[in-house]
Each structure stands twice: as structure tokens, then as C-alpha cells.
């Protein structure tokens, strides 16, 4: 076997689900642009009336690919769609395309699944539960299979706070072969009333799926070589292949641009606790890291007992807080703000939940009621008080993460890494403990206001945002001011009448 991630992906053909989706393009682009991998056989969902091959033709023209297509014109040609879909028996793969799989793939990097927390429990079941079934049961008919690489999530086992790179199987009040069975037995809508007794202590769906993927791998894997990869919470990129590069609005991010417009205002949060981010390349390259390891370990040691685990997360020698996340965030108002904004941007952290919703009340719900009248004489559609009912799910579906701090366990990936030669190591960075927070949190927001915001980093373009954010500080200072003197007034008017 060659040495090196490089030399393990020479040649090789890859089996990629998720491959649509945020972390799949990133997976993707990183293969295509620094190893000679052979084929890229991505499972995709189909569309009605788009062809699945449309769907990665789109691929020239994402941001996220132009540092590969001007090095590599033609590296999408290697990229093959499956049609496929995880809610589907078997997969929803063709006789004639399962054949092909078993036939040719060596590596299978397996990242589909729902990541809403608030999914309906019959749904995460579906997706992350069964297709990890399913997705064993095909990779067990691979003929030419060297490495298999589930990803999962750092807060799989989020019931503790003291997170090994282990299975937690006890924490389960029913087994992932009893859940599944169950699933087959009774409807949709029985299951989805079932939710509050089959979670037991985990916080949704999304975690208490994720932690029962993890457990089918425990009962099912066998002797495929595979491994478990953690990652806490994913954010945009750091410096591959473009700085700051994101598609989706999922977690902090959202919070973070809806404060960039001046439409969130207040959220609630432990600002001590601990806040768990990771760059979305960093995450890619753990992921390669972990494929080269499981092959490189199988072939050293044969059979596998029991799939070892991966953890990405911040090091504890450079730990996040949320008040200095939000610091970070809020801080390139003055920098970079955005030429369409609401208000002016500011956030208050309430520590103590039970205060949160009476500060909601004055510092979005009122105001959105009075916005939401404003376009409704304006002969437009109202938005804003819809708008926060998303924004308060959003902040109530994050609270337990928000308000904890985890201590994750990470000595595998760090042995990882040191197994690595000085240029991969290079070329496939995940270094936590070195990650400057300040630079990344740039390179994030700078590639929020692009990427979501779609506003390009031009003097000018800069430059008005400045002009506007002076503008609503004005008003927002003279509207603070008029409110606490007329609050002042109040109180001095009641206490004449008191005396």
C-alpha cells in the first residue's frame, strides 16, 4: 500500500453519500483537487424532471469548485452520479448500479443524513438510522472495500458531558435492531408519539438517530474496516478551498446573519459556557485522514473488533466561550456590515431562560408587529413576525447547546494526526490547538456577507453598508435614548404622585 493519504487515494474509487450537501462538496473538491483519486461515485437523490447528471453539472458553476476547475478543467467528469435515496428500501440504488458498487469501490465515506434537530422521529429513523443499515449490508458485497468511514457527530452521546471516543450504548433505552423493528411494526404516527419515551434524556432526534446509527455500526459492522468520525458543530470554512466559503444558514451561522441584519437582537446562552466549532475543511481532511488510518490498520491487524472513533473538536488549550463568539461575530459590523440591514446590529445575551421570552417580546416581537404593519401599508407582504417565530424555534432548539459545556475526548484524532507524515499533515490540517479563533471568525463572516449575503467585499459595496450602519446607529442611539427618558419620566410622574 502506498504511504501517505495522497498514495492511499491514488487510483482509488470512492462511494460518497451526502455528497450534495454542505460537507459532501468540500469532501469532494478536497479529492479531486490533491489526490489522483479514480471515480467519485456520489448517491443522489432524484429530482422530479432534473436529471441527476444536471445536478452535478450545476457543480462548474458553485463558487466552492473554481479553484479546482482552474487547476483541473475536466476534475467533474470524475465525479459519478448513483441515484439513490435513504428513505428508500435499499437505498433506492438499481440492481445494475448496486453491481457496480460491489464491483469497484474501495472507499466509502458515508455523510447522508437529516441534520434538523427538530425532525420527525419516523424520518430520522428513515435516514440516519436504516440507511446505516443498509449502507453496511452493501458495503459487506464490496469486493475491493480497504476503508469505510461513518459520519457521525461529536454530541451523538450529548446525555453525558464527558465525551470518550467510545460506543455508548447504555444510554439507549431501546437497542437500535429493537427501534428499527419497531419502525417496521407501526405507523409513521405511532412512532412519532413514541418520540418522548424513546429519547429518554437526548435533547432531539437528530442526536438520539445519530447516537442509534452509531450503535447498528457496533452490532453490524462485522469485519468491515471502518471507523467513526465525530465532528462537533461544523461551520464555513477556514482557508480550503476559498476562506469562508458556506451554502447553508444551519446553527450559529443562522443566528450569526440574523444578527448581521440587525433582525436578531437578543438570544438566551450561558456566556461562560463553552461553544464547540469546527471548520468545515478541517473536518474533510479528518475525514480522509480516518479513510487512509482504517485501511492502513486493517491491513496491519486483519479483521477489526470494534470500529475505532474519530473526534473533532476545539482543543482543551483553545476553547471558545459564547460571549467571545458573539464578540467576534458582532465585531465586524464596524468592519464589513451588510448593505441591507434592518437595524443596527447588537445582540444581548439573556443568561437566565426564564427572562428570554419578556426580552423577545420588546426586542422582536413588538418591533415586528410594528415592521409587519408598515408593509402591510405599503401594499407588501408581511415577513417579520413570522420570521422571529423561526428565530425563537431556532434559539429554543439550540438551548441545551448553548447553555453546556462538553468536554470531548480526542486522543484518537490526536494520535491521528501524529501518524501522519509532516506534508500530509500540511496538505490535510486539523491542528484545534493552533486554530487562531480571531482569523477564523474573520474569514467566516467575511465569507457569510459573499456567500449568504451575496454582497461582494468591494470598497464600494463596503462602503455603503458603513454608510447605512452610521445611519441606523444614529436612530438606534435616539431611539434608546427617547425610550429610558420617557421610562425616566414615568417613574419621576409616579413618584410625584406617591410623595
Same mark, same amino acid.
Given at each position: ?24 462538496? !468540500? ?17 443522489? $437523490? ?6 441527476? =447528471? &444536471?445536478?452535478?453539472?450545476? +457543480? &462548474? ?7 479546482? /476547475?482552474?487547476?483541473? @478543467? ?23 448500479? $448496486?453491481? %457496480? ?35 453496511? =449490508? ?7 472495500? !480497504?476503508?469505510? !468511514? ?47 419515551? #424513546? ?42 478551498? #476559498? ?9 450559529? /451561522? ?78 465586524? $459590523?464596524?468592519? %464589513? ?7 443596527? @446590529? ?35 407582504? @408581511? ?5 422571529? $417565530?423561526?428565530?425563537?424555534?431556532? %434559539? ?9 459545556? +462538553? ?29 487562531? +479563533? ?52 414615568? /417613574? +419621576? ?7
Amino acid at each position: 500500500m502506498d504511504n501517505g493519504i495522497q498514495g492511499f487515494f491514488k487510483n482509488k474509487t470512492v462511494f460518497l453519500t451526502g455528497g450534495t450537501g454542505f460537507l459532501g462538496k !468540500v469532501v469532494t473538491e478536497k479529492l479531486l483537487r490533491t489526490t489522483e483519486v479514480n471515480r467519485i461515485y456520489s448517491l443522489i $437523490r432524484p429530482k422530479k424532471g432534473v436529471p441527476i =447528471q &444536471e445536478r452535478i453539472s450545476i +457543480w &462548474e458553476k458553485d463558487p466552492v469548485f473554481e479553484v479546482l /476547475l482552474r487547476t483541473k @478543467p475536466d476534475a467533474l467528469q470524475r465525479v459519478c452520479p448513483i441515484a439513490g435515496d435513504c428513505l428508500a428500501p435499499d437505498l433506492g440504488i438499481s440492481e445494475s448500479d $448496486r453491481k %457496480i458498487l460491489a464491483a469497484e469501490v474501495h472507499v466509502v465515506i458515508h455523510g447522508a443524513a437529516t441534520v434538523r434537530f427538530d425532525e420527525a422521529l419516523h424520518l430520522a429513523v428513515a435516514i440516519n438510522v436504516r440507511a446505516t443499515r443498509l449502507m453496511l =449490508q452493501l458495503a459487506k458485497q464490496m469486493t475491493q472495500l !480497504v476503508s469505510y !468511514v461513518h459520519v457521525s457527530t461529536a454530541y451523538s452521546n450529548c446525555v453525558v458531558t464527558d465525551i470518550a471516543e467510545r460506543f455508548y450504548p447504555e444510554h439507549l433505552n431501546c437497542s437500535s435492531d429493537k427501534v428499527l423493528a419497531l419502525g417496521d411494526l407501526v405507523n409513521n404516527e405511532t412512532l412519532d408519539k413514541m418520540t418522548p419515551a #424513546l429519547l429518554g434524556s437526548f435533547p432531539n432526534t437528530y442526536t438520539y438517530t445519530k447516537a442509534l446509527a452509531e450503535d447498528v455500526i457496533l452490532r453490524e459492522a462485522g469485519n468491515l474496516p471502518l471507523s467513526i468520525f465525530r465532528p462537533a458543530i461544523i461551520m464555513s470554512t477556514y482557508k480550503e478551498p #476559498l476562506n469562508g466559503w458556506v451554502d447553508n444558514l444551519y446553527g450559529p /451561522l443562522a443566528l450569526c446573519f440574523g444578527a448581521a441584519r440587525g433582525v436578531m437582537r437578543v438570544t438566551t446562552a450561558d456566556p461562560e459556557a463553552k461553544i464547540n466549532l469546527v471548520p468545515a475543511d478541517y473536518c474533510v481532511n479528518v475525514a480522509l485522514a480516518c479513510a487512509w488510518k482504517t485501511a492502513e490498520k486493517s491491513v496491519e491487524s486483519g479483521k477489526v473488533k470494534r470500529p475505532p472513533i474519530y473526534t473533532l473538536a476545539p482543543s482543551e488549550k483553545n476553547l471558545v466561550t459564547n460571549r467571545e463568539f458573539i464578540k467576534l461575530s458582532v465585531v465586524y $459590523r464596524d468592519v %464589513i456590515p451588510l448593505t441591507k440591514m434592518l437595524w443596527y @446590529p447588537f445582540v444581548l445575551c439573556i443568561s437566565n431562560p426564564s427572562l428570554f421570552p419578556l426580552a423577545a417580546f420588546f426586542f422582536h416581537t413588538l418591533p415586528g408587529y410594528f415592521f409587519d404593519a408598515i408593509l402591510r401599508l405599503s401594499g407588501r407582504k @408581511p415577513l417579520l413576525v413570522k420570521l422571529y $417565530r423561526k428565530i425563537h424555534k431556532n %434559539i429554543a432548539v439550540l438551548g441545551p447547546f448553548s447553555s453546556t459545556t +462538553w468536554k470531548f475526548d480526542s486522543s484518537n484524532t490526536m494520535e491521528l494526526r501524529q501518524s501522519m507524515s509532516k506534508e500530509d499533515r500540511n496538505l490535510f490540517d486539523f491542528d484545534m490547538a493552533r486554530l487562531d +479563533w480571531s482569523d477564523y471568525f474573520k474569514s467566516a463572516m467575511y465569507g457569510m456577507r459573499l456567500y449568504i449575503g451575496k454582497e461582494q467585499p468591494t470598497a464600494e459595496s463596503i462602503a455603503k453598508g458603513l454608510k447605512l450602519r452610521m445611519r441606523l446607529k444614529i436612530l438606534h442611539y435616539a431611539l434608546t435614548s427617547s425610550l429610558i427618558s420617557a421610562a425616566g419620566f414615568a /417613574l +419621576w410622574s409616579l413618584a410625584k404622585l406617591v410623595v
